[in-house]
């Protein structure tokens, strides 16, 4: 089962030099067609530099990631799924990053457009998944050999985890290297939960997208040349959710993701919190801002967050 690692590695390699090299050629043409971030009023105030920064630099990320997966996967077994997801959701992502710089509003997309857009993807994901025996639709409990029977169920729960998954990396997505790092930490993790299911082409995939996020972050790192935007935010959560729903391993997914959820969970008590008492739990959400807010230098947070990204990756290849 571990030959599958040499191919997931030439793929992550491969990614990593598209990106690497595409990079200065898209920055460019995002700054000829003045593709800039617009930065919140009421975020920190030394995010205010970044404003101008040229974003959508996810199209990288996926033309690095999309092309390294299908010069490397020999057997194309589920990758289509996995590529239609990731490209569907980024191009959902570009189009909320478009509206966000024409019109000039920084949150883009209406939230609850973005989301039925999302779930529709999503429902193709678990159709496909209903569809297909060699995938199917239960549950592996994670420590144990259990597995629960979902039946046509599965669906929505497949378009639920690829909505968690978009909107929670979208929200990690906030300092220089941040999202792009953790999601390499966990696509490199997801090569070997390919190699122990025995799914080739999703260790390949895996290793592809891992690698474009590493090409995208060397652009990324602090300060960044370029951002990936929600064209590169919700293509990595929903590649990363399709991986989960390919190789039955979506609990597994959801302890790999405790970056992500700790970034979910900090925004959602806040705005709880501070509708109901007025007062705020965070100097600021999601949860990157308040440790930053607390003095801590930009890069600090991004490297302890990666760190913290090993961890809950390892955590999730000890639950198979």
């Known amino acids: 089962m571990w ?33 800039g971030q617009v930065v919140r009023d009421d975020g920190p105030k030394a995010h205010a530099a970044k404003s101008g920064t040229p974003t959508m630099g996810g199209v990288m990320i996926i033309v690095a990631a999309v092309l390294s997966a299908a010069a490397v996967s020999t057997g194309y077994r589920h990758l ?28 883009g997309l209406r939230a609850r457009h973005k989301l039925v ?24 409990i994670p420590f144990t050999d259990i597995r629960i029977e979902l039946g046509a169920w599965y669906i929505p729960f497949a378009a639920f985890t690829l909505v968690a ?37 999703a260790g390949v995939f895996a290793g592809a997208v891992g690698g474009a996020c590493i090409g995208f972050v060397w ?8 951002f990936m935007g929600d064209s590169g935010a919700l293509a990595l959560g929903a590649a ?43 100097r600021m959400a999601p949860l990157h801002h308040h440790f930053e807010l607390s003095g801590m230098a930009e890069p600090k947070v991004v490297v302890r967050f990666w760190i913290a990204a090993a961890f809950f990756a390892a955590l999730g290849l000890a639950g198979l």
């Open 165 to 201: 998954m978009t909107n929670a990396v979208n929200l990690t997505d906030g300092l220089d290297g941040l999202a792009g790092g953790c999601v390499a930490v966990t696509c490199f993790a997801y090569v070997l939960v390919s190699a122990v299911v025995g799914m080739s082409e």
């Open 80 to 107: 289509p799924i996995a590529l239609f997801v990731t490209t569907a959701c980024g191009l959902i992502g570009a189009i909320d990053d478009y509206i966000s710089i024409v019109a000039r509003r920084s949150l």
């Open 117 to 140: 857009l999302q779930a529709v993807v999503g429902l193709v994901l678990g159709g496909y998944a209903f569809i297909t025996p060699d995938i199917g639709t239960y549950l592996s």
């Open 3 to 35: 030959q599958l690692i040499p191919r997931s590695l030439l793929a992550a390699g491969l990614a990593f030099a598209i990106s690497l090299v595409i990079a200065p050629a898209v920055i460019r043409a995002l700054k000829r067609l003045k593709v």
């Open 240 to 282: 990363l959710a399709g991986l989960a729903v390919i190789t039955k391993t979506e609990l597994i997914l959801a302890l790999m993701s405790g970056v992500y959820i700790a970034e979910v969970l900090s925004d959602t008590i806040q705005v709880l919190y501070f509708r109901r008492t007025r007062k705020r739990v965070f």
């Open 219 to 226: 652009w990324n790192s602090h300060p960044a040349a370029v």
